[in-house]
């Protein structure tokens, strides 16, 4: 998690901005293989809630990271081991997938086959409804 942006490095501009885009995907980017003992470490600064939930004998652990500076939520899913296998990114608005579609076009290759953007250390899904997920795995 060296490459991490700290607090200090929020985008002070528009929402919806470039650097808006690339502090959460770095983040999230950063996020993914890291433990929960990490994350916890590394986002104690951060207002956190950890949720564990048990069905047919298995356990899935989640947390979420809230960015109040970005007005957005990131959620780590945790594997076995407690180790983050998929970060999804809820921006709070329901608007900006105009602005975000463009930005991942602009900077990484979309890959019509499995419907993702190729970024670094892997894929981003977006998924339009009422309100919009960005899922980075």
Sequence with gaps: M???????????????SEKYF?????????MQGSTLRELTIFYADYPFCLTEFHEDGKTDNSMEVR??????TLVAYLGQGRQCI???IY???PYGQEECVRYLNNIYKYDNETGCWK???????????????????
């Design 67 to 72: 960015f109040d500076r970005q007005c957005a």
């Design 119 to 137: 970024v670094p250390g892997g894929k981003l899904l977006c998924e339009f409804d009422d309100r919009w997920v960005l899922i980075y795995n």
């Design 86 to 88: 998929q970060v999804f």
């Design 22 to 30: 690339e502090y959460l995907f770095i983040h999230a980017r950063n």
């Design 91 to 93: 921006p709070d608005h």
């Design 2 to 16: 060296a490459n991490a942006l700290s607090h200090k490095q929020a985008d002070e501009g528009n929402i919806f």
